[in-house]
């Protein structure tokens, strides 16, 4: 099997201490939350950390709570978990859905809410291992000069495939950093930077801590869709988060839109506002689609042609709007199908 | 012959395999589940270049790693070797020349795999890149450089087989059809990598653990390189956690840790990591095929003109038989009257293609099928009562010579029309929902060994003792398909007894008697016989002795219940123990061998050695689609199987076969693909599988798995053990064009490649003129005059007219040309070295090893 370098590991007990550890390790330090990102990445020599500092013992990092109209959800909540909690399932069904979504049972039940937030980009080029990247002279993301994708490109064009960032972000979701000179609350879309390496505005010696949720109220309908080949296993290869907020005639206050995977941090479409100020017509639909779909600039380091994806792009953004509007999601075709039939894992 | 006639009491009942407890409670041993003690590990440093030549290796570093115990380079293993014996071309570790990314080129043993690596990382390797070729149409247009020494240029092998005057058939032809299709690459997938242990015994002699389909090649290499006696070496196959053809080569890991383990006298393991599976490859050929057929008015066919094109890696493996097999089977499903066969492999600079599954025929089956169904669109023909009509005729031979034994595909065709409504569904679902029809036959079992011999292709040994334990030994490999449970099946038959009460030696060169292993689907017809004649034989011995106890006539005696009886009165008999005893008593120690070579070929042209077997298994299929026509998304939402296997041994197993097969089917039908990328030409060299994992080379998982009715149909074939023949490949066959054929249905248009993605549908979906997607056309092949050999039906002998005197012994190997025009003793060996090849090429340079 392949196997990971040597490092050394620390599992402090409290917060304050993985703070310290990861200060005194100068940036050199990486965080392990459920390992599920960075382990497969170090056995590719992707990431090759002298010191890893597992958060798994610093139990601040599993709490949950509601309180001044937020959930506050700890960083290290696993998706499993996430998934089995009825009450986030009828609040924030944008965020069941993704989590729900990600890779595979197994990997869910070791997988975090933090660890999915802070995912690695991904790349055709990048996720190989060490001999594969060697192969190819490697890429700028790591041991490298030039971005394969598009060889004239002074950046990195690796692609943000979390699936929880694009669904929290149309939910308007704040994170808390903590690190040795206190904590920061942040955005969560700015927490993404546009850039395939240094994409988190996070710095080093900082640690994602909680994400905060504001509780919904009436009127208040989300919803996320994943394109992807199979219905496990695969990271997105086009993903829509959408959110809105409806008054008492079906009017639309409020809209978030956001894509996924087709950039090297989620987009909130600009086109979220035109959802806003009359009911969700079909011809709004059709409109909103066409006008977010041009923000779909895939690039071919995924699964799937780029041509392809682009033009599901439009397909996807329509039916995540028709669900909101509250069409049956199994008659909006075979990817909102299989999401629709989403059993949460007990 | 005593036997008294009897019901069968294990052959057809549903059974848990034998090996069933083991596997689902974890205990099986694969290959790298063995530990031994002082053992070390091994690793091996690959090729990042996809062709150059090695100036020069420099180990020194490496060897001063703490805990490195060995370097191996290809100088320390110079005799090549290679599956076939006229693809005598790889080495343990490549010698002056790497041909892919991923070639293996020196190889580290250490205290552990880390320290294997370390290591590894510090050998430094001066290559001297080469001009890559990355397709058959770039091996076709570039002679220079070549990849291997042999061949003509980058063509590594032609072949041009001609059955009655096709030309002739087709100018009298209503209607001539005339299609190209591509079929992508794909590889096995199997769960477990490969891994092997080899270790010195005590005494000196060698062994070898390896998760392989095919320990007695596995033999012959270890013998030929390492230049050791056979009689030294024992292999042994460890249960293969899935095999699919993907572990039926000599690998260069095995022979490496074999040497290692040799120098070092300590044992030495090496279990490949994922991406070093998906360089070991020898899947699935990717092959541009040109059909052409001609047709009456009523859609029978006159006449079939196929030429393919493979792509088959850097390498030989079995690419000489795959050829052959691209074309060897399409006269066993119809009535063909006329058929030519063209078939042309090509070296490329990617991990050599061999055999996967259906070895050679799902490429061009997907091309008649498809066709089949154009024909019947075009005729206004119903597809089902098109293939219904002409399907070929049992016991006959086909105009290649095949020898046809039973043909169950009729009844196939109606259980899967019956079942899934085809009658009144095909044609009237509405707008993107669809059913589509496909057939198949495959062989059971390859005619002919690997390499010329005249000794059985199976052997079984039994040994019974007076505690009434049976034991059967065979070198049969269980590779998950259940080689196991069929050798228990078939001795607890014959024997009377329980398969729970025979123990199994098997997959192990030492202990048991050679069977050629798991490949081609021959383990339950070949190893079946050999089972039953050693069972029987025992049974003859018991019934002497119990006949003369009992005071019974052997052939009043039944075998069964664990207990031999009076077949007039049953209380009279003893218990199978006691049987053994008295016959032990009477005999002497009780054992018994029983072994078994197939029948000779009809086909005696050069080249007919691939496809004939003694049964050939036949099967249909209907899938049913669901397409998005906004998205090109495709759903197989149900499928419909029916398959021939002359008689289930164990239906649960059969079943099984059935349905995975269906699974690996529809992977290729829909994702995988085996694909590589160049990266811009000023900028790299690189040419390099896009995706060597599990995560982005796509195969399905359970969630796409649809729900699958299986029929088996049992027409028994006496040329099978109880009339058996194979399920093991033949299954997988009908899915990918009936597939194909169902997206017809439901939207009108033609892929006519594989795999068929939602972006190919969309594209088929916007030509509106041909509402098709697939290769425009075949390239230009120089083919050579082929060889006429006279259908059957026109006064044919099997022999072909035009062919030159026969420069190898009658009815030789799988590949029909031992001693191939060109192919000198390989440079690297001592023979090779003396003389210079036949072409005067250069002296085999062997790299400076610093060390």
């Known amino acids: 099997m392949m196997r990971c370098h040597r490092f050394h590991y620390e599992s402090p007990r409290t917060l304050r201490e993985a703070c310290a550890r990861l200060s005194d390790a100068g940036g050199e330090a990486m965080l392990l939350a459920g390992g599920t990102d960075l382990v497969p990445n170090m056995k590719r020599r992707q990431q090759v950390p002298p010191t890893v500092i597992s958060l798994r013992r610093v139990r601040e990092l599993r709490d949950a709570d509601v309180s001044d109209g937020m959930v506050r959800i700890g960083a290290m909540t696993t998706l499993a978990s996430l998934t089995t909690d009825p009450l986030l399932r009828e609040r924030h069904p944008a965020l069941f859905k993704a989590a729900a979504q990600v890779a595979t049972p197994h990997l869910r039940n070791m997988g975090t809410l933090g660890g999915n937030l802070c995912l690695d980009t991904r790349c055709n080029y990048y996720d190989q291992n060490y001999e594969w990247r060697k192969a190819i002279d490697f890429c700028m993301k790591k041991d490298g000069e030039v971005c394969w994708v598009a060889p004239g490109s002074p950046r990195c064009w690796a692609v943000s495939s979390t699936d929880t960032a694009p669904a929290l972000m149309a939910l308007g979701a704040q994170v808390e950093l903590a690190g040795i000179h206190g904590e920061r609350r942040l955005g969560l879309s700015e927490l993404f930077r546009d850039d395939g390496i240094e994409y988190l505005s996070k710095k080093r010696e900082e640690i994602l801590t909680r994400v905060l949720l504001p509780v919904p109220v009436p009127g208040e309908v989300s919803t996320y869709w994943k394109l992807r080949r199979r219905g496990a296993f695969d990271f997105p290869v086009l993903s829509v988060a959408a959110w809105i907020r409806r008054d008492g005639q079906g009017i639309v206050e409020a809209a978030r839109l956001v894509l996924g995977s087709v950039a090297s941090r989620p987009l909130l479409s600009p086109a979220s506002s035109r959802l806003v100020g009359s009911p969700l017509s079909e011809e709004i639909i059709q409109a909103v689609a066409e006008e977010a779909s041009s923000l779909a600039k895939p690039l071919d380091n995924t699964d799937f042609s780029l041509g392809w994806r682009k033009k599901s792009a439009r397909h996807l953004i329509q039916g995540a709007l028709r669900e909101l509007r509250g069409d049956d999601p199994r008659s909006l075709g075979p990817i909102a199908r299989r999401a629709a039939e989403l059993v949460p894992v007990f | 012959m005593s036997r008294a006639p009897k019901a069968l009491k294990v052959v057809g009942r549903p059974r848990r395999r034998v090996d069933a407890r083991a596997k689902v409670t974890g205990q099986t041993r694969f290959a790298d589940d063995l530990m031994f003690p002082r053992m070390l590990h091994c690793k091996l440093l690959r090729s990042p270049h996809p062709h150059a030549r090695i100036r020069c290796i420099d180990v020194r570093a490496a060897l001063a790693v703490s805990g490195v115990k060995l370097v191996l380079t290809g100088a320390d293993m110079p005799i090549p070797y290679g599956i076939l014996p006229v693809s005598q071309d790889e080495h343990a570790l490549c010698l002056s020349r790497v041909r892919f990314v991923g070639d293996p080129v020196a190889a580290v043993v250490a205290v552990d795999e880390i320290t294997a690596l370390e290591a590894l990382d510090r050998i430094q390797v001066d290559y001297e890149p080469l001009r890559t070729i990355a397709d058959p149409l770039e091996a076709l247009a570039t002679p220079n450089p070549r990849i291997q020494p042999y061949g003509d240029g980058n063509v590594h092998k032609k072949v041009a087989l001609e059955f009655g005057d096709v030309d002739a058939a087709m100018a009298g032809a209503d209607h001539v059809f005339e299609d190209v299709f591509f079929y992508q690459g794909n590889t096995h997938l199997a769960i477990e990598q490969h891994a092997a242990v080899a270790a010195v015994d005590p005494d000196g002699k060698l062994t070898l653990w390896s998760s392989t389909q095919t320990p007695h090649y596995v033999h012959r290499a270890l013998a030929r390189v390492l230049e050791i006696p056979a009689a030294h070496i024992r292999v042994i196959a460890t249960p293969n956690g899935g095999g699919f053809g993907g572990k039926s080569d000599p690998f260069n890991h095995e022979i490496v840790v074999a040497k290692a383990a040799r120098v070092l006298g300590r044992p030495v393991k090496i279990c490949l990591n994922r991406e070093e599976v998906f360089y070991c490859h020898r899947g699935r050929h990717p092959v541009t095929m040109k059909l052409k057929t001609g047709v009456k008015n009523d859609g029978s066919i006159v006449a079939m003109d196929l030429q393919t094109l493979l792509d088959g890696g850097a390498y030989g493996s079995y690419g000489v038989a795959s050829t052959f097999y691209t074309g060897a089977l399409q006269t066993v499903t119809y009535q063909v009257p006329r058929y030519r066969f063209r078939g042309c492999r090509t070296f490329t600079n990617k991990p050599p293609c061999g055999p996967k599954r259906g070895h050679g025929t799902p490429q061009p089956r997907f091309a ?484």
Not at chain 2, 628 to 639: F, I, L, R, Y
Not at chain 2, 651 to 664: D, K, N, T, W
Not at chain 2, 774 to 789: A, H, T, Y
Request: some cysteine; hydrophobic content about 35%; aromatic content about 6%.
């Open chain 2, 368 to 851: 008649q099928e498809i066709q089949l169904d154009k024909i019947a669109a075009a005729l206004q023909l119903d597809p089902a009562d098109l293939r219904q009509s002409q399907i070929a005729k049992p016991h006959s031979l086909t105009a290649n010579y095949m020898r046809l034994g039973t043909i169950g595909l009729s009844e196939c065709i109606d259980r899967v029309v019956e079942g899934s409504g085809w009658k009144t569904r095909y044609g009237k679902l509405p707008w993107g929902r669809g059913i589509g029809i496909a057939c198949s036959s495959y062989l059971c079992g390859a005619g002919l060994p690997i390499y010329w011999n005249t000794l059985p292709h199976s052997g079984v040994q039994l040994q019974l003792d007076r505690s009434g334990r049976v034991t059967a030994f065979c070198g049969a490999t269980e590779i998950g398909q259940g080689s196991d449970d069929v050798l228990a099946n078939l001795v607890a038959e014959v024997l009377g007894i329980d398969p729970f009460d025979i123990r199994l030696v098997t997959g192990d060169t030492d202990l048991g008697p050679v069977d050629l292993g798991s490949y081609s689907s021959r383990v339950t017809l070949m190893m079946g016989h050999a089972a039953i004649q050693a069972a029987e034989r025992a049974r003859e011995l018991i019934a002497q002795a119990v006949s003369a106890k009992l005071e019974v006539p052997p052939a009043r005696l039944v075998f069964g219940e664990r207990r031999v009886f009076d077949a007039q009165d049953p209380a009279r008999g003893v218990t199978f123990a006691e049987a053994v005893q008295v016959g032990e008593a009477m005999h002497g120690t009780l054992g018994t061998t029983g072994s078994y070579r197939p029948p000779e070929s009809a086909a005696k042209y050069k080249g007919g050695g691939v496809g004939p077997s003694p049964a050939y298994s036949y099967s249909a299929c209907v899938v049913e689609v669901n397409v998005q026509p906004e998205t090109g998304w495709v759903d197989v939402e149900k499928v419909w199987i029916a398959h021939d296997i002359g008689r289930a041994l164990n239906p649960v197993l059969a079943r099984g076969q059935v349905e995975g097969s269906i699974y690996m089917a529809l992977g290729e039908a829909l994702m995988e693909e085996m694909d590589y990328r160049r990266l811009p030409k000023h900028l790299s060299s690189a040419l390099v599988h896009k995706y060597p994992s599990m995560l982005e080379y796509k195969s399905p998982t359970t969630l796409e798995m649809p729900e699958v009715i299986t029929y088996l149909v049992e027409d028994p074939d006496e040329a099978g053990p109880y009339g058996a023949k194979e399920v093991g490949q033949g299954p997988l066959l009908p899915v990918m064009p009936a597939v194909a054929n169902a997206l017809y249905d439901a939207v009108g248009i033609r892929v006519d490649e594989i795999p068929i993605t939602p972006e190919k549908v969309l594209r088929a979906l916007a030509d509106r003129e041909a509402h098709r997607c697939g290769p425009k056309n075949f390239p230009r092949i120089d083919w050579p005059e082929p060889l006429r050999v006279p259908p059957p039906w026109e006064g044919g002998d099997g022999k072909a007219e035009n062919e030159g005197p026969r420069r190898r012994r009658e009815g030789a190997i799988v590949a029909p040309d031992v001693v191939q025009p060109g192919l000198a003793p390989h440079p690297s060996t001592p023979e090779g070295r003396r003389e210079k090849s036949a072409e005067g090429s250069p002296a085999p340079e062997f790299p400076e090893v610093l060390r």
